[in-house]
């Protein structure tokens, strides 16, 4: 609801009240609707203010109000309404402006910040765009070329820069609210047409084509294929080119379009899934409501490779104090100036002060950790060493410290095994860098606790990041659905087709970067030494074993021989691609002729293999993986595999996640073509389809929110 008040001064209050965000529902319109009119008619009334309780503005329209029957008065004619109002409307921005919420304040006269607020026209990352009237106010209030910027990346804007850009008028740290009702009195009686935002024109720079050209090359490169930020292109060239009620109508037009897309409904599921993978639950009824976490005064990270580097430029920043532990001098030394540098770096982007981070201690005496609340052991994927640091924590740290294992595949259970306390061990997978990446497997065992469950979520909350709890199993969630998928491009490339072909494909559909040129990004040999331990390949391989056959499966020997052949990426200059210049792949002629001896060597007939192959290979065998872990209760539900998905593994955003898209493409028809990919390679048993894609079929293919029940009834290892 907004909620009125008269105050001395002749000022009216409007208090938008809609907890948490203040967001525009039908309730909350209809009462701004009521409550200007009451203020506009009311002759004891100069000047009006428009705020939001609870110390934010607003949120912008009420999400969960786009899946339902549109009720209630539209967002259009009522800020039309307000801006056409005699009397001026001050906009107090607490908190937060985003989205419809901005476009409110952007209807209003005049625009008061608080020094904390942020502002943003954030539709785009909904898979909408600022229809409200955003894309024709904000080019003519801060030019073409800035407006387009915020509109088409959705970013949040500081309360400083937005006084910069001109989107606010007057940025305070004290009191934003006394602040704006100072100023409604000195300009009550004032005429409101020169601040009426429809009637200005857009600054446009001469060369607004290539402006906007420009704009579109970044939006490719960004998030290819997503149809949301190039309609935010098109509305703003609407506002540099139209009167200003011809802008609205091609905005209202492009928001008609996008409003109904499937890519609005993926980007607006994942909104909510992200939020919902925090409200975990284990079928042994523990969850975050009835679990307490235990508070992290002070945090350990163990071993300054690259993944504990990250991890403890994070919690510092969390201003967590750490203690980094490594084992030689020299390795210690190299990780204190790696992470001092990587922390100033940071404090200088952030503009944070040093007293905002935790300080950080370097030692090589893993005595220093007996006070600290919780360990992060980050050393190599080696379980033996793992397993010693475990066994040497239980005896120096507090009885009650929490010990999480970085591991990005190995047995949870293995390594507690070592530690005289296993239900205080929880897997925490970061991802590198792990000081940018969002995304937090907290992978739970069965003896990891529900509080260390708890815990461990708490501080992904503390260090920004998404928690997702997993079940252990190797490779847990995401790694494990990664292997079927470059199994399948491995196996492509030996049928036929050419990295770049792959690539193309996996790109064409919103990925970044195709399998290819992540191998070729992350090393190759990272997933080689991770075969040779398993034995698929190196000196543990038993003499005799049949080149492409493991286990009576069929398996690709293509990255062993490249790492053998010292072709490991882009670190040595050549892997599935040639980088002559840095970073730049080049489809290498030596690798097709490579293939092409592969194939006749071992009888391959090469053959033309097609795009839709290609993708629904890839694709069909990662999400069949999917349901596997959900039929195993290693997921607790196809929203937390999204989550992952999205936030960790590049899946792009406008697609959902994977078991969203399933859905999306029609479960039938994943089963059909993983039925007939399998029959056509019966020797690879992951192309069978699952049986819970089998049972889901069955049910008549219900909406992934309705999975989790179907779920429930199987184990868990949660
Ligand atoms: C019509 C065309 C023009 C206009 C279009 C638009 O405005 S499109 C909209 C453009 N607006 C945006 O894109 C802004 C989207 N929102 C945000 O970015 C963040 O929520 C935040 C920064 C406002 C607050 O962050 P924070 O970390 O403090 O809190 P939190 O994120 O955990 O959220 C708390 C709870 O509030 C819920 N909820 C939040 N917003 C909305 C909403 N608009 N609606 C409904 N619900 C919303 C959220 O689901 C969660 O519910 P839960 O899980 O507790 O049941």
Same mark, same amino acid.
């Given at each position: 609801m907004a909620l009125y008040r008269r105050i001395p001064g002749a000022i009216a209050v409007i208090t938008l009240t809609n907890p948490p965000v203040n967001a525009l529902s039908c309730t909350v319109r209809e009462a701004i609707y009521e409550t200007v009119?009451?203020?506009?008619?009311?002759?004891?009334?100069?000047?009006?203010?428009?705020?939001?309780?609870?110390?934010?503005?607003?949120g912008g329209a009420d999400i969960k109000e786009f899946s339902r029957e549109m009720r209630g008065p539209p967002l259009v004619p009522m800020i039309d309404m307000i801006e056409e109002s005699e009397k001026p409307v001050v906009a107090v921005i607490e908190g937060v402006a985003f989205g419809g919420g901005l476009e409110l304040a952007?209807?209003?006269?005049?625009?008061?910040?608080?020094?904390?607020?942020q502002v943003g026209l954030t539709e785009v990352t909904l898979g909408l765009l600022p229809a409200a009237g955003g894309t024709q106010r904000l080019p003519r209030l801060i030019g073409v070329p800035a407006a387009l910027d915020i509109i088409t990346t959705g970013r949040h804007v500081s309360a400083q820069e937005a006084v910069? &850009? %001109?989107?606010?008028? @007057?940025?305070?740290?004290? /009191?934003?609210?006394?602040?704006a009702i100072e100023f409604a009195k000195t300009v009550a009686g004032e005429p409101m047409g020169p601040r009426r935002l429809s009637l200005w024109t857009a600054a446009c720079p001469e060369d607004l084509d290539s402006l906007l050209e420009g704009a579109l090359v970044r939006i490719r490169q960004r998030s290819r294929g997503a149809l949301a930020p190039v309609a935010c292109v098109q509305a703003v060239r609407a506002a540099a080119s139209l009167p200003f009620a011809q802008g609205m109508k091609k905005e209202q037009e492009l928001m008609a379009y996008l409003f109904t897309s499937g890519?609005?409904?993926?980007?607006?599921?994942?909104?909510?899934?992200?939020?919902?993978?925090?409200?975990?639950t284990t079928p042994s009824g523990a969850s975050w409501e009835?679990?307490?976490?235990?508070?992290?005064?002070?945090?350990?990270?163990?071993? &300054? %490779?690259?993944?504990? @580097?990250?991890?403890?430029? /994070?919690?510092?920043?969390?201003?967590?104090?750490?203690?980094?532990?490594?084992?030689?001098?020299?390795?210690l030394k190299a990780g204190r100036k790696a992470v001092n540098s990587m922390l100033t770096r940071e404090s200088q982007k952030r503009g944070l002060a040093e007293?905002?981070?935790?300080?950080?201690?370097?030692?090589?005496?893993?005595?220093k950790l007996r006070d600290t609340d919780l360990v992060i052991e980050a050393v190599f994927e080696d379980m033996a060493l793992k397993k010693q640091i475990f066994s040497k924590l239980s005896s120096v740290c507090r009885p009650d410290a929490l010990l999480c294992t970085n591991t990005s595949g190995l047995n949870i259970d293995e390594i507690a095994s070592a530690a005289s306390r296993p239900e205080l061990v929880v897997g925490t997978h970061f991802f590198a860098p792990a000081h940018v990446m969002k995304l937090l497997e907290v992978v739970c065992g069965p003896r990891t606790s529900p509080v260390a469950v708890?815990?461990?979520?708490?501080?992904?909350?503390?260090?920004?990041?998404?928690?997702?709890?997993v079940g252990n199993c190797s490779g847990f969630v995401g790694n494990r659905m990664m292997r079927p998928y470059t199994e399948q491009a491995y196996y492509l490339l030996e049928e036929g087709a050419r990295p770049e072909e792959v690539d193309l494909v996996l790109e064409e559909f919103g990925f970044a970067m195709g399998i290819f040129r992540v191998m070729d990004l992350s090393g190759l040999d990272v997933g080689w030494r991770s075969r040779k331990e398993l034995g698929l390949t190196g000196p543990k391989l038993p003499p005799g074993t049949e080149a492409r056959s493991r286990g009576g499966k069929r398996y690709s020997p293509l990255p062993d021989i490249l790492c053998e052949s010292g072709r490991l990426g882009q670190k040595t200059g050549r892997g599935w691609y040639l980088y002559e210049k840095e970073r730049v792949a080049t489809p290498d002629p030596w690798l097709q002729s490579f293939l092409e001896d592969y194939r006749s060597r071992f009888g391959i007939q090469s053959r033309r293999v097609g795009q839709d192959e290609i993708l629904e290979r890839c694709l069909y065998s990662l999400i069949n993986e999917g349901f596997r872990i959900l039929q195993e209760g290693i997921a607790a539900s196809p929203e937390d595999i999204d989550v992952i998905y999205v936030s960790g593994y590049g899946w792009p955003r406008h697609r959902g996640g994977p078991?969203?898209?399933?859905?999306?493409?029609?479960?039938?028809?994943?089963?059909?073509?993983?039925?007939?990919?399998?029959?056509?390679?019966p020797d690879i048993p992951n192309l069978a389809p699952s049986s819970m894609l089998r049972k889901l079929v069955a049910r008549g293919s219900p909406p992934v929110h309705q999975w989790r029940a179907l779920i429930q009834q199987h184990s868990s290892q949660l």
């Open positions: 009119k009451r203020a506009t008619a009311d002759q004891e009334v100069k000047a009006i203010v428009l705020c939001g309780a609870n110390g934010k503005f607003c952007l209807g209003c006269h005049y625009r008061i910040a608080h020094s904390g607020a910069r &850009l %001109g989107i606010v008028d @007057k940025v305070t740290d004290s /009191s934003a609210m006394e602040e890519q609005a409904r993926a980007m607006q599921y994942c909104f909510f899934t992200q939020r919902a993978a925090a409200r975990w009835n679990t307490k976490a235990r508070p992290v005064r002070q945090a350990a990270v163990i071993g &300054l %490779g690259t993944m504990g @580097k990250g991890i403890a430029v /994070s919690l510092s920043r969390a201003g967590i104090p750490v203690i980094a532990v490594e084992t030689e001098q020299k390795r007293a905002h981070l935790g300080s950080i201690s370097f030692t090589l005496d893993l005595r708890a815990t461990a979520m708490q501080l992904a909350k503390r260090l920004e990041k998404i928690g997702v709890v078991m969203f898209y399933a859905w999306m493409v029609g479960l039938p028809k994943v089963l059909d073509k993983l039925e007939h990919y399998h029959r056509t390679h």
